[in-house]
Structures are given as structure tokens and as C-alpha cells.
């Protein structure tokens, strides 16, 4: 059963607007949630991560948000570049060390036009 | 500069034939894994390892098994490759007891005919 849900499956965008991501989540107990870069052939590449409840980040034009009560976070990337073109992860961690397990969406393709 | 390296970056072999991918860490992280992604499925955990000769087996276990006899160096080995055994794999790595990310390696690509 997959416990890690992402919407949308994929999305285009025009290049200088902007966009938002879902993650949705059954993983319990939930101790963190990161979101990931996956570039074409590439390996994934951290973005940001959320641990407390109502947690806000920020990373340049990336920001994301946590609801632990609704197991819901949002990633929000402003002024999409061409180089935004990616897949979007959402990892769910149930320890905050390397004993617990990742929980792994499928995630969001995320297409920038120029 | 911290790196998970993987080799091969693409491999393709034949049903039945030994398979071996390598991957090597920089940091003397005591955790490895080993997943496997496929298309419109999460990453799936393959063989999580401790540290040398401390390895489990993750949520997809079957058909392959590992090897870790250097903190820095990880092998997961398909003995007898199957077609279904087609997909990306990605090794990474993390220190064991902090919060850090796990660093990724680039994957290998293994398509089995």
C-alpha cells in the first residue's frame, strides 16, 4: 500500500510562473518529511526538510510547508527557470536516525516552458 | 568533495547472467542502501546496510544480495538476473545517527534481456 501520495503527477508551467506540489501521507510515526530533485538520470538531490508541526522552509525560490495533523506538506517553487525541469520527491522518515525507514513517493514531473 | 559513486552507469545483460553493481562513499558513512526505481512507483529499499557486515534485508529482498566488507563500499549482486530485474538502481549513503540527508548516487541503469 503505498503510504506516500503525490499530486500532481505531472504538471508544465511557463517559465517565470509559479507552481505548487502535494504530498500526501499515512506513514506513522512521522518524524520527518524532505523533498528531493530528481534530475533527468541523475540521483536525488535534497531540497529542503520539514520536522516540526506547521514547519515552514525556505531555499531560495523553493519553500515548503508541513501539516503533521493533516500529513500534508506543500512544495512551492516561485518564478519556475528552464532548469526547474525535474522530478519532485516527497521522502517521508518514521526515525530521525539512519535506523528508521524513507518512505518514497512516485513523484511530480514537473515541465518548464519557455 | 562529498560523492556516492556508482558503477556502471548502464549496464545490459541477459537473462540468467551474474550482475554486479558497485558503489563507493567518500564520507565513512556507517549506512548504506540499495533501492530500485521504476516508472510511476516511489524508490523501493532493496538491502539497507550498518555498517561492514551488518546488512538487512529492506522491503524488496528477492532475488539479489549484498556485500559490505569496507565501510566505504557496497555491492548488491543479482545472481541470475531475471527481465523483471530491468530498472534503475540508486545507492545511498548517511551517517547513522544525525538527521542529515541521505547522498544519492547518479544510478545504474540495468536492463536484463
Known amino acids: 500500500k503505498t503510504q506516500v501520495e503525490q499530486s500532481p503527477q505531472s504538471l508544465v508551467v511557463r517559465q517565470g510562473e509559479n507552481c505548487v506540489l502535494q504530498?500526501?501521507?499515512?506513514?506513522?510515526?512521522?518524524?520527518?518529511l524532505r523533498w528531493f530533485k530528481q534530475d533527468t538520470g541523475k540521483g536525488l538531490v535534497s531540497l529542503t526538510v520539514?520536522?516540526?508541526?506547521?514547519d515552514k522552509t525556505s531555499n531560495g525560490r523553493y519553500s515548503a510547508t508541513l501539516d503533521k495533523d493533516a500529513k500534508h506538506s506543500t512544495l512551492h517553487i516561485t518564478a519556475t527557470l528552464l532548469d526547474d525541469t525535474a522530478t519532485y520527491i516527497c521522502v517521508v522518515g518514521d526515525r530521525g536516525s539512519a535506523l528508521g525507514r524513507l518512505h518514497f513517493g512516485a513523484g511530480t514531473q514537473l515541465i518548464v516552458i519557455p | 568533495d562529498m560523492k556516492v559513486t556508482q558503477m556502471p552507469r548502464y549496464l545490459i545483460k541477459r537473462m540468467g547472467e551474474n550482475v554486479l553493481l558497485e558503489c563507493g562513499q567518500d564520507?565513512?558513512?556507517?549506512?548504506m542502501y540499495w533501492y530500485r526505481q521504476d516508472p510511476g512507483l516511489g524508490l523501493q529499499l532493496i538491502y539497507i546496510?550498518?555498517?561492514?557486515?551488518?546488512?538487512s534485508e529492506g522491503d524488496i529482498p528477492k532475488g539479489y544480495r549484498v556485500s559490505r566488507k569496507k565501510r566505504e563500499h557496497f555491492s548488491l549482486i543479482l545472481d541470475s538476473a531475471k527481465t523483471n530485474q530491468t530498472s534503475v538502481y540508486f545507492c545511498a549513503s548517511r551517517n547513522r545517527e544525525d538527521n542529515q540527508a541521505p547522498l544519492f548516487g547518479e544510478g545504474t541503469r540495468l536492463s536484463v534481456l
Open positions: 520539514l520536522v516540526h508541526e506547521n
Open positions: 546496510s550498518y555498517d561492514v557486515d551488518s546488512n
Open positions: 504530498c500526501n501521507y499515512s506513514v506513522t510515526p512521522d518524524n520527518h
Open positions: 564520507m565513512s558513512h556507517e549506512t
